[in-house]
């Protein structure tokens, strides 16, 4: 089955400073990347993602690109701030079918210094 | 509004009783899902449904058991309470579509066992 893996566990930078999660998958066959924002006490949200036919998606300061050759994707954030700081979520399924569902990476708790 | 609802949102109880959690959703989806997650940690996946009658365990062992009786509602069922049951517990929700498995949260249930 899938497994999915996410660097770093813990990440720290400076308020405008960029940040980069990483996250790499074994099913040749998924072709579903959403990325999850969890705020401390609040529920996960999806916050961007990307289907196998595109490498690359942005949305103002997030984008997240995808490489199908080596199986890996990355959410990118740039100009970072305080409200950036949270537990972020890479996930991959095989997209769409009765039995599919998302396999999740382990998180990176995100932590912007003002 | 589109919503997924979990009753109670906090529970504290003590050792050797029953409870059960609630998970109702208005989104029109199919498949449910319930996680456990300790603060700022993993999503680690206890039970899930891919419909009406359906329901498959997930990668975590969990003493608590599922049902499915309708479609929107997946309620999650400890018999006897342990204080290891201490944790929280999320309600996801997802829809059968060609090319996606995103999932949406509820807010949680936060429970505690003395």
């Known amino acids: 089955g899938e497994n999915v893996e996410q660097h770093p566990s813990t990440l720290s930078v400076q308020e405008g400073d960029s940040a980069v999660i990483k996250c790499t998958y074994s099913d040749s066959a998924s072709n579903y990347f959403p990325w999850y924002k969890q705020e401390l006490g609040k529920r996960p949200q999806l916050i961007i993602d990307?289907?196998?036919?595109?490498g690359e998606k942005k949305d103002q300061r997030i984008a997240v690109t995808l490489n199908k050759t080596a199986k890996h994707f990355s959410l990118h954030i740039t100009e970072t701030q305080p409200e950036d700081s949270a537990v972020y979520f890479c996930?991959?399924?095989?997209?769409?079918?009765?039995?599919?569902?998302?396999?999740f990476g382990t998180g990176t708790l995100l932590a912007v210094q003002p | 509004e589109a919503d997924i609802y979990q009753t109670p949102r906090y529970l504290v109880i003590g050792t050797g009783k029953k409870i059960t959690l609630e998970c109702s959703q208005t989104?029109?989806?199919?498949?449910m899902y319930w996680y456990q997650q300790d603060p700022g940690m993993e999503l680690h996946l206890i039970h899930y449904?891919?419909?009406?009658?359906?329901?498959e365990k997930g990668d975590l062992s969990s003493e608590s058991t599922v049902s499915r009786i309708r479609t929107e509602h997946f309620p999650l069922t400890l018999e006897s309470a342990r204080p290891s049951h201490t944790s929280q517990y999320l309600c996801a929700s997802s829809k059968t579509e060609l090319s996606t498995d995103t999932q949406y949260f509820g807010p949680g249930t936060r429970l505690t066992v003395l």
């Open positions: 449904s891919y419909g009406v009658n359906s329901t």
């Open positions: 996930a991959a399924s095989r997209g769409g079918g009765a039995t599919n569902k998302l396999i």
């Open positions: 990307i289907r196998s036919n595109v």
């Open positions: 989104m029109g989806h199919d498949k």
